[in-house]
């Protein structure tokens, strides 16, 4: 009963926070808060407009999304993957195993690093 209620919250939750970003523009609305990297350095942290890219996907604008950060957009199927690999860490205790993999932990960190690097170099 308590799983199937933080469930439902969560989904709950999901849906309130898509219909947030769906109606207001994170680029025009005051209410989204701004990154405190960004504001303090000048310089793009990782997760730098992710939240215009979530925007631009609720409205179907994949190239939007993808310029305003390339890496969350990559990221998405990894994302599902591990939820679902969440999801059956009973039943699959193998899959898990592999989706947690450190190798892989390793691969995340310093893809997340040279993102960070290139994408202040270049001016992503």
């Not at 994302?79 to 691969?107: D, S, V």
Request: aromatic residues 14%; proline residues 5%; charged residues 10%.
């Amino acid at each position: 009963m308590r799983r199937t209620l933080i469930i439902i919250l969560a989904i709950a939750a999901l849906l309130v926070f898509g219909i947030i970003y769906y109606a207001l523009d994170p680029s025009q609305s005051g209410m989204f808060p701004r990154c405190t990297f960004l504001t303090l350095t000048g310089y793009k942290c990782p997760g730098c407009g992710s939240q215009r890219a979530i925007h631009a996907l609720l409205h179907g604008d994949v190239v939007g999304a993808f310029k305003y950060n390339a890496l969350l957009l990559i990221s998405i199927p990894w994302i599902a993957l591990c939820l679902y690999a969440e999801t059956q860490r009973i039943r699959n205790p193998r899959l898990y195993t592999r989706i947690n993999a450190p190798q892989l932990m390793w691969f995340f960190l310093i893809t997340v690093l040279l993102w960070w690097l290139l994408r202040n170099i270049f001016n992503w």
